[in-house]
Structures are given as structure tokens and as C-alpha cells.
């Protein structure tokens, strides 16, 4: 019999999720992989082959578009899960928590006095340059003072194994339905292991979420809706799995209208009144009146309304300026001006290139570091020093000194493996971990998250719009 | 419920009602050709024109062959009510209400889109793959309204489900009987005929109506076999009843309160013609002319439908709305 085997398996000098340095297994690993060496490798194929199946009859696919033709993909699934220790996992949940409930301060901050800037934390045209950052929300005062509802900051591992992070994403952060379906998939291809293991759940996400959404209402009953840009969308199955999953319904700008001041709903019945939108559309198409008055898209007179206090938005406007990546290289100061404690889980070390040092440095060793675009997301506007060419790092720093705002630079990191199927058996492959983060009545992490595995050989980009694929996030007691 | 959203419900189901109706003119086609004399032609332009398609089908095609039309009416992306076609559509429907519609029934029309969408890509047909293919169309349909029947709770998107689904199958009723008058008989001699009464005999069948038929009227008549298909009270695909039932769940979605709504009023008025009309009075008007005039009514249902639900309205005529709204 030909068991699926770990035998020839090479860690290749990186950090191993699995095995240790010496080869042996980590101990969160260890259950897992005695299973595993006892499947068949046909049985093992045949859950890999069942896992793909799954996600494509439920339909579980995002867009991707070429020409005028929409095109569905399923974001491949690795049924090797990633597992995390309930010991290393909570002091990622109190780094998280850490790190939310500074930067829902550092927003409310800079909406109103925007003490941080008078003291001279961070430069005033950075946040005023940046595209997230909204003249048009100073003064506001959003439900129980929480802007950041949502949020879902990437983190990775390097050599050494540590955690740090990479980018936060405050603005519509998605994902979520992939952690949540992912798991539903590994309870058939590993039910006995699950149950033996000690994962903490992540499937009571939906009520969780809409709790916190309705704590937003003073309603008793408070209506909560989903909003989503259409079926167009590439998140869009995202979108209609979380307001089936909430019982809530999921509607389209055209369903909105703003009524003596009030948001409602067209129904076929006449018009309701909406108390709470989790949006998952852009700040600036939310409102054409507010934001783009050129703009088809949008619910006219909405913004004034949210300003009102007549509606709820989850994530709040505005909240992209803790999303620039320049603002990002400030967030352990931020933490540590706001809370005055340490970052529990560090940034990646960032090189602002608008600091004349930083600068001379980044110029000199563009082949070395991986350089981003202060606003981009999705693996786009990036340079990756010593996998480009002469001729593209001579582009980088001919932007760079054109505009150094809009440019970091970081070293580059070789992100964490994990064991992979590949058609050549297992290899390890790069990951990277999107936890999520709800702030209601208080900050919470949902144990788990979505593993992005870059699933080609040897790649370090994990987005799905880029070859990624996704595992199973494990998180022990 | 969002009026986008009872839009999609409503079409998805008279998509899926479209598909299996195509799938039963189809499959009952091959059981006549079977049936008939090796000397007949095949006719295959009466399918076309029963259905309305033929237009569109001289556009693509010179001459209605048999693979040219299975072919046209089964997966041409260019004809919209070929099969493919209607599954494609009741699925992008379900696409975008499916936080509103059970997981069972997403996924099924998902698996179901897929296969036929496998399914299209098939060369060399031979006649009794079509068979199972049809067979299998007609199958997901009906499994699809068993999944709604055992899963979807009795609320507003279930009745538009109905309301969708009898629209539909009322007008696809007609077209059966339809399919009878274009049929045409070598001559004027054979009315009446055996082969006449087998072709009466295919229009039951397509309708899944003959056993129904024969344990009501046991004989074959023309006169009745017009009754059953369209005043028949009880039959689930005769006219009548799938507007006695569209007209129930419109009367459940708006309530006992039900003036000024023009989809009632309109779907209410055809259906009680019908209830005080007779097979023979049918006959006596041309049985061609009575399902023209009633596919023309049956088309301003569906309008009315549109207005009083679908229609985006301006903030103006809705005020006066919002204030009886249950």
C-alpha cells in the first residue's frame, strides 16, 4: 500500500509550519501527521478531489474578468490544514485587540481634534495626502464611536518564525466566507481529526457579526442589510453568503433611497426603513452627492443621513486612511501614543521613503527590497527587488524620487511554509494568515482565518487573483 | 421582500418551468416520430412555431432539420429560451438571491447548469441520448419544485416561486394544444383517424396529462381531451388551474385588501372567463385562435406583474404606499 508520505519532504531552509529545523514534527502537527501517514495515497487524492468538487456545486467562486466575459473561478482549496497553538494564538488575539482599539482611537482622533498630528506623531500632509482620508467625515460621530467594525490584517512569519504584520486592511476586508466554507470542507475530509485535535470553531462568525451589527442600532429589532456593488463583483458570492447566513437581506444601491432623511428599501410591498448597512462597496461610491458627483453608482443623500445618526455603516467611511501604507509604518507608534504599551505583534520593518535616510537607503538597495505603492492592494503597484529586473528597479526609483510619499520599502521576507499536495507529493508552500476582527460592544478575534497559500513553486504572492489558493486555519485550545 | 429580489425569484422559476416545457415538446416529438409510418415527413418546424421561435431560427438556419432544431432549441446561446439558455438564466437569478432562496435549491440549479452546460459541448447525438437528456431536464424541474416544496417556508418568496412557475406553464399548456393545429395531417380525411387520435394522444403525453386523462374520461375525444388541457379543475398543468393558482398566491402575497392591484385584477378576470367557458365553445372559436388570444392574456398578466411588484417607482407614487404596508 502506498501511504500518502512525508518521507522525502525538504523544508528547504525556511520556516516550517510542520517540522522543525531538525526535522522533527511540531507538537500542534503531531496528531495530524500521524493520520495522515496512515491514508492511502489514492484516499488521500480522493478527499483533495472531493474538497475542489464541493466548492464548485455550492458555487463558492469568485470572478475574474477578461474582456466583457466574466469568468468563475474557484479559489483552490489545500485540505492540509494550517495549525496554530492556543498559546501562540492568544498573544495574537491580545496583539490584535492591541492593535484595533489603537487604530479605532488614531480614527476618531483624526476626525476630530487630531491631537496626533499636533503632536507631531506623525506628519500632518501624510494623513492629508493620503486617498483614504476623508475632509468630509471631520466631526462625525459614528454609532457607539466605533469606525473600524470589520477588520482583517494580514500577518506572516519570517525566518525566525515571529509574527508580524504585513498590512491592515479597514476598509472592506473579505475572506471570511473562505474561512467559514473551508472549514465545512475539512469536517468531511477530516472529521476524526478535527475531533481529536481540539479546534476552536469558527462557525458562529455570522452571529457574531450580527450582533455586532445590530449593537450599532439603539433599535430593538434593528433592520441590517448587506450591501453589495452585484453580482459583478468578484467578492459577490461573499457578499450573498453572509447575509444568507445572518438572515438579513443583501441589496444593491438601486434597492436604497433615501427618504425624508431615512434610508429605505424597495419592496414589494412599499418602502422600509434600514437601520444598519454592512457595505461592501468603496467609501466614495457610497454617496454621489457626498464623494463623486459624477458617479451613476451610489444612494443619493445617504452620507447626510449616516451623518444624521438615522443609519448605521459598517465599516465607517473614512476608515481607508489607517489602510495607506505609509500610515501603516507609523501604526506601533500609534499604539504606543494612544495605549502607551509596546506592539505586541511588530510590523514588518518599513523604510518611509519620504525620510531622507530611509530614502538614500531604499535607492541604494531597491534590489534587495520589495517596494509598495502607499495605496495599492492585491499584490498590484509592487515591486519585488530581487525578482525584477534592472529595468523595472530603475523605473521604482525614478517614482520613488518623483513622489516619495507614495512609497515604502521592506526587506524582503520569505514567508512561512506549510506541507502542500502537489502533483510531485508534498512541498512545502509560502502563507500567509488573515485573521478577522469584530469591534462591537467589545474588540473580539475569531479563532481562525483564512490561510492564503501561494500555491505555485516557489512564489511569494498569495493573492487569489494571482495563483493563490487557501487551507484550513486550525486553532488549538 | 426587495422588489429586485422578487423579480429574480419570479424568473428563475418560469425559466426553470421554460426549460422542462422545452424538454417535454422535444422528447414527445421523438415518441410520434416513432410512431408514425416510415413513409411520413418529419416535422420539426411545428415545434418552432408552436413556440414562437421560428423567426429567430430562419435567421441562423435555412431548413428545419432535425439535429439543426434539437440543437437550436436545446444549447444555442443565441436562441434565449433554449434550454441552456433558461438554465443559465434561472441560475444567474439564483445567483443573486441566494441569501434569500434554501442552499438546497442553489445548489441544485448550480449542479443542474453545469451538467447541461457538459452537456452542450457533446457532439454526435444519437436519438435515444436525446431522450435521456430530455428525461434528465425534465427530472431537475421537477426535483427543483420538490426542493422548494420541502424546504422553502411558505412565505413571499415562495409564493412568487408559484406565481412564476404557473405563468409559465399556462402559457406552455396553450402551446401544446398549439403544437396539435401545426402538426399537419396528410389530409383533410384523416380527422378523426387513428393517427389523428395519436397525435391527440402525444399532446396528453407531453403534458404528462394521459394517465390523468384516461382515468377521467377513459376514451379519447378531442372535445375532452381540450377540456382536461384547459378547464380541467384539478389537473396540475391544465389552464385554468395554473391560473386559479397564480391568482391564490397573488391574493397571499397582497393580502384580502386587494383593489387597485392591476396583476389581481387582470389574472382574476381571464380565470373566471375560463371557469364559465366550455370545450365546445372552444372548438367553436378555433382552437388555434382561443390559445393566441389567450397566450396575448396571458402575457398581460405577466405585465401587470411586473408593474404592480418589479418596477422601480419614483419616490412620489410610493408615499402613499409606504403607509399601508403590512
Not at chain 1, 444624521?308 to 507609523?330: C, E, Q, R, S
Request: aromatic share 12%.
Amino acid at each position: 500500500m502506498n501511504q500518502a508520505s512525508f518521507a522525502g519532504y525538504d523544508p528547504g531552509g525556511f520556516y516550517d509550519e510542520m517540522f522543525r529545523a531538525d526535522g522533527t514534527v511540531r507538537p500542534e502537527y503531531a496528531y495530524l501527521l500521524a493520520q495522515l501517514e496512515q491514508i492511502p495515497r489514492e484516499d488521500f487524492l480522493a478527499k483533495q478531489f472531493a474538497a475542489e468538487r464541493a466548492l464548485m456545486s455550492m458555487g463558492i467562486t469568485f470572478n475574474v474578468y477578461s474582456e466583457n466575459q466574466g469568468v468563475e473561478r474557484i479559489m483552490p482549496i489545500d485540505i492540509i490544514p494550517r495549525i496554530i497553538n492556543g498559546e501562540e494564538w492568544k498573544r495574537l488575539e491580545e496583539g490584535l485587540i492591541q492593535r484595533v482599539t489603537a487604530l479605532n482611537l488614531f480614527v476618531d482622533d483624526l476626525y476630530h481634534d487630531q491631537q496626533i498630528l499636533k503632536d507631531g506623531v506623525i506628519p500632518r500632509h501624510v494623513v492629508e495626502s493620503s486617498r483614504g482620508f476623508l475632509p468630509r467625515c471631520m466631526g462625525l460621530n459614528p454609532p457607539q464611536g466605533i469606525w473600524c467594525h470589520i477588520t482583517g490584517s494580514d500577518l506572516i512569519r519570517g525566518d525566525d518564525g515571529g509574527f508580524m504584520v504585513l498590512e491592515d486592511n479597514l476598509r472592506c476586508p473579505s475572506g471570511v466566507s473562505y474561512m467559514l466554507e473551508n472549514r465545512e470542507i475539512l469536517k468531511k475530509s477530516f472529521p476524526e481529526v478535527l475531533e481529536k485535535a481540539g479546534v476552536q470553531h469558527v462557525s458562529d462568525y455570522p452571529t457574531r457579526l450580527l450582533d455586532m451589527l445590530q449593537y450599532l442600532s439603539g433599535k430593538a429589532a434593528p433592520t441590517v442589510v448587506v450591501l453589495t456593488p452585484g453580482t459583478y463583483n468578484a467578492a459577490y458570492f461573499e457578499h450573498s453568503y453572509l447575509a444568507q447566513q445572518m438572515g438579513v437581506h443583501l441589496v444593491e444601491s438601486s434597492d436604497l433611497i433615501v427618504v425624508d432623511g431615512q434610508v429605505k428599501m424597495r419592496t414589494t410591498s412599499g418602502f422600509e426603513t434600514v437601520d444598519v448597512i454592512y457595505r461592501r462597496i468603496d467609501d466614495t461610491f457610497l454617496d454621489p452627492q457626498a464623494f463623486n458627483p459624477d458617479s451613476l453608482i451610489g444612494i443619493p443623500g445617504i452620507f447626510e443621513a449616516y451623518r444624521n445618526g438615522k443609519v448605521a455603516l459598517a465599516n465607517a467611511p473614512g476608515t481607508g486612511v489607517a489602510d495607506d501604507k505609509v500610515v501603516y509604518a507609523y501604526v506601533p507608534r500609534i499604539i504606543e501614543y494612544y495605549l502607551k504599551q509596546e506592539a505586541i505583534i511588530p510590523n514588518v520593518h518599513t523604510y518611509i521613503c519620504e525620510e531622507e535616510d530611509s530614502r538614500k537607503y531604499v535607492l541604494e538597495h531597491v534590489e534587495e527590497l520589495v517596494v509598495k505603492e502607499a495605496n495599492e492592494a492585491g499584490g498590484y503597484g509592487m515591486l519585488i527587488g530581487p525578482k525584477a529586473t534592472k529595468a523595472e528597479c530603475e523605473e521604482f526609483r525614478k517614482r520613488i524620487q518623483a513622489n516619495p510619499r507614495n512609497y515604502i520599502a521592506q526587506p524582503t521576507i520569505s514567508l512561512s511554509r506549510v506541507p502542500t499536495h502537489t502533483e510531485a507529493g508534498f512541498e512545502g508552500r509560502h502563507v500567509d494568515l488573515r485573521p478577522y476582527i469584530l469591534y462591537g460592544e467589545k474588540v473580539e478575534v475569531i479563532p481562525g482565518g483564512l490561510t492564503r497559500v501561494a500555491m505555485r513553486k516557489g512564489s511569494l504572492v498569495v493573492n487569489s487573483s494571482q495563483g493563490g489558493g487557501s487551507k484550513d486555519t486550525w486553532v488549538l485550545y | 421582500m426587495l422588489s429586485r429580489v422578487a423579480n429574480s425569484i419570479y424568473w428563475m422559476n418560469r425559466y426553470i418551468e421554460r426549460a422542462e416545457n422545452y424538454a417535454r415538446f422535444m422528447g414527445v416529438k421523438f415518441n410520434l416520430i416513432l410512431d408514425m409510418p416510415p413513409s411520413e415527413q418529419e416535422q420539426w418546424e411545428p415545434l418552432l412555431v408552436a413556440n414562437a421561435d421560428n423567426h429567430l431560427f430562419y435567421q441562423y438556419f435555412d431548413s428545419p432539420g432535425r439535429d439543426a432544431v434539437l440543437h437550436f432549441m436545446s444549447f444555442d446561446e443565441r436562441n434565449p429560451n433554449s434550454i441552456f439558455s433558461c438554465f443559465r438564466a434561472a441560475r444567474e437569478n439564483a445567483r443573486s438571491v441566494r441569501e434569500i432562496i434554501t442552499k438546497e435549491m442553489w445548489e441544485h440549479l448550480n449542479q443542474v447548469f453545469l451538467r447541461v452546460q457538459e452537456e452542450s459541448g457533446k457532439k454526435g447525438w444519437k436519438m435515444d441520448e436525446w431522450q435521456d437528456f430530455f428525461n434528465e431536464v425534465k427530472m431537475a424541474s421537477q426535483l427543483f419544485y420538490g426542493i422548494i416544496d420541502s424546504t422553502l417556508t411558505r412565505n413571499e418568496s415562495w409564493h412568487f416561486c408559484r406565481l412564476g412557475r404557473f405563468i409559465e406553464r399556462a402559457d406552455k399548456t396553450s402551446r401544446f394544444l398549439d403544437i396539435k393545429y401545426f402538426i399537419l395531417l396528410p389530409s383533410i380525411d384523416a380527422i378523426g383517424t387513428n393517427m389523428d387520435l395519436l397525435q391527440w394522444s402525444v399532446v396528453l403525453k407531453s403534458a404528462s396529462a394521459y394517465n390523468m386523462y384516461r382515468q377521467a374520461f377513459r376514451v379519447l375525444r378531442p372535445e375532452d381531451i381540450i377540456y382536461f388541457l384547459v378547464l380541467d379543475r384539478h389537473f396540475p398543468r391544465s389552464i385554468y388551474y395554473c391560473l386559479f393558482q397564480a391568482e391564490q398566491s397573488l391574493m397571499a402575497i397582497s393580502g384580502k385588501e386587494t383593489k387597485g392591484n392591476k396583476a389581481i385584477k387582470v389574472t382574476g378576470k381571464l380565470r373566471s372567463e375560463l371557469e364559465f367557458t366550455d370545450a365546445a365553445e372552444i372548438i367553436a372559436s378555433g382552437l388555434h385562435e382561443f390559445m393566441d388570444a389567450f397566450q396575448k392574456r396571458n402575457n398581460e398578466i405577466g405585465a401587470a406583474i411586473y408593474e404592480t411588484y418589479f418596477a422601480l417607482k419614483p419616490v412620489e407614487s410610493f408615499n402613499g404606499g409606504a403607509q399601508h404596508q403590512g
